[in-house]
């Protein structure tokens, strides 16, 4: 979650760290984005400004509502604006399709313009095939 600028994420105690979790606080220490690792109840969520999900492929992704609530002053419908707009559609149970914009934080679209970078940057390339990290002319010697 994000308050203030600043990004919380809960410490990890069911699971094992996620690499996509580790990226992104490397990502937020070498930009200077504040972020802390601390213990995380509904009641943040709710008073959060934004709420963000990850995954491997997809980064960081902004969540607009929970529990039919809107996050922060973003998730309210509003103007659309270029780069800091999300669409998603949503299908209630009688197959009655609403379309939606909401406005993505400034802290959610620095991290996902950050993380798309990050997933094309060279250093962070990793050879499935070779693991090791050991060159192949070297393995055969």
């Given at each position: 979650l994000v308050k203030e600028g600043v990004l919380y994420?809960?410490?990890?105690?069911?699971?094992?760290?996620?690499?996509?979790?580790r990226v992104l606080l490397e990502l937020c220490a070498t930009h200077g984005i504040e972020a802390h690792e601390d213990d995380i109840v509904v009641e943040r969520l709710?008073?959060?400004?934004?709420?963000?999900?990850?995954?491997?492929?997809?980064?960081?992704?902004?969540?607009?509502?929970?529990?039919?609530?809107?996050?922060?002053?973003?998730?309210k419908e509003g103007e659309?604006?270029?780069?800091?707009?999300t669409a998603h559609t949503t299908v209630d149970n009688n197959d009655n399709?609403?379309?939606?914009?909401?406005?993505?934080?400034?802290v959610t679209q620095r991290l996902q313009a950050l993380y798309q970078e990050a997933l094309v940057?060279?250093?962070?390339?990793?050879?499935?095939?070779?693991e090791n990290g050991v060159e192949e002319e070297e393995q055969q010697e």
């Open positions: 994420t809960p410490y990890v105690k069911a699971c094992p760290p996620g690499v996509t979790r709710y008073d959060a400004d934004e709420i963000l999900i990850l995954g491997t492929m997809s980064g960081p992704v902004a969540i607009s509502h929970l529990d039919g609530r809107p996050v922060g002053t973003l998730g659309e604006e270029e780069d800091h707009d399709a609403t379309h939606h914009t909401f406005r993505i934080g400034p940057d060279d250093k962070n390339l990793f050879d499935i095939f070779n």
